[in-house]
Nanobody
Framework: QVKLVESGGGLVQEGGSVRLSCTGS????????KAWYRQALGKEREWVAT???????MCAASVKGRCSIFKDNTDNTVYLQLNSLKPEDTARYYC?????????WGQGTMVTVSS
């Protein structure tokens, strides 16, 4: 079983930054790529960023240039840093691991950007 726990959300002013953390348990988490998604109120969940098992990183167009995804040396924690935050970044952010057809999710952490 994979358990994912996100943290780091909160209320942030427009133009500010936030660093979210996701700590996972088990080898499925540590050995596979990890992703961040977000879901704004009334909208569908959307992909934000991915760090592959080999280290390749990608960010969605909506956050490109403001997004950084990285992990610690133990591969047990993955981070998402978003800079120059905009009100449209307000959402619940979820950590994800996809493995053998299964998606594993945390409970999410809420980021609210005030204008």
């Amino acid at each position: 079983q994979v358990k994912l726990v996100e943290s780091g959300g909160g209320l942030v002013q427009e133009g500010g930054s936030v660093r979210l953390s996701c700590t996972g348990s088990g080898t499925i988490f540590s050995r596979n790529g990890k992703a961040w998604y977000r879901q704004a109120l009334g909208k569908e969940r959307e992909w934000v960023a991915t760090i592959a098992a080999g280290g390749a990183r990608m960010c969605a167009a909506s956050v490109k240039g403001r997004c950084s995804i990285f992990k610690d040396n133990t591969d047990n924690t993955v981070y998402l840093q978003l800079n120059s935050l905009k009100p449209e970044d307000t959402a619940r952010y979820y950590c994800n691991v996809h493995f053998q057809g299964n998606d594993y999710w945390g409970q999410g952490t809420m980021v609210t950007v005030s204008s």
